[in-house]
């Protein structure tokens, strides 16, 4: 079991959904109702991250960029072989089904007592997400964790979104600290691109949006399979 030495370091960066939120359930439930609605056949396990990515995109675009790059978001796996109007039904279908779905979400069990220890410790807390950071804003309120963090960036802070390295570094020159000091939490191979092109420690939680073995080749500093293996490498 992989242990870290917490006093090495001075500050945390978490990803919000997968690591802190818990939306699994709700995109489960969407491709469900996709699936069912329009007969689609697809294995759900092996599309989880392509829909996770594609929904974490189309949040980050105002409607007519969503419109005029629909041809390209719409080409996904589990969307193959469809006619493009149909897409267009089954991609607008998805995401409303996801955002109903997405209000009855919660934080995985746990996260919120290990962000409050780490914060009792000192140390520097921040989000950094590909969705916007009043999404960001409205989730931590809705579960009093505002208090604990004292930066959050999300798309509309950066000139590029994970895999690239920019937030992460941006985030360490606002705290004024090496990248030796921080630590990356992220749930999918995007977050672990980016912790690693910005040399910091990451750590990925294999919490069910991406595949382990893709999130394994992506060669994480550390693996865990859910929160409570991530509570225990924090040792307290
Ligand atoms: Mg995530």
Request: aromatic fraction near 10%; hydrophobic fraction near 40%; proline fraction near 3%.
């Amino acid at each position: 079991m992989n242990q870290l030495k917490i006093n090495n370091y001075k500050g945390i960066i978490f990803d919000l959904d997968g690591v802190i939120y818990d939306i699994t359930e709700a995109i489960n439930k969407a491709v469900a109702d996709c699936i069912e609605k329009y007969q689609l056949q697809v294995n759900i396990d092996e599309v989880m991250q392509e829909i996770a990515h594609l929904i974490e995109e189309i949040q980050n675009y105002p409607v007519p960029k969503i419109i005029l790059n629909s041809y390209d978001l719409l080409k996904v796996n589990f969307l193959k072989g469809i006619r493009y109007f149909k897409k267009l039904r089954v991609g607008i279908f998805l995401f409303n089904q996801f955002s109903k779905y997405r209000e009855e979400s919660s934080i995985f069990e746990g996260i919120d007592e290990l962000i409050s220890k780490l914060h009792d410790k000192k140390l520097k807390l921040a989000i950094l997400t590909n969705n916007k950071s009043s999404y960001a804003e409205e989730v931590l309120e809705k579960f009093n964790l505002t208090k604990y963090f004292s930066l959050i960036m999300g798309f509309n802070d950066v000139s590029e979104v994970k895999p690239s390295p920019e937030g992460i570094l941006k985030i360490l020159e606002e705290w004024d600290i090496n990248p030796s000091e921080a630590i990356f939490i992220g749930d999918m191979t995007t977050d672990i691109q980016a912790g690693k092109a910005a040399k910091v420690k990451m750590i990925c939680v294999a919490s069910g949006l991406a595949q382990k073995e893709a999130l394994m080749e992506g060669q994480p500093d550390i693996l865990v399979d859910n929160t409570q293996e991530l509570i225990k490498i924090f040792n307290f």
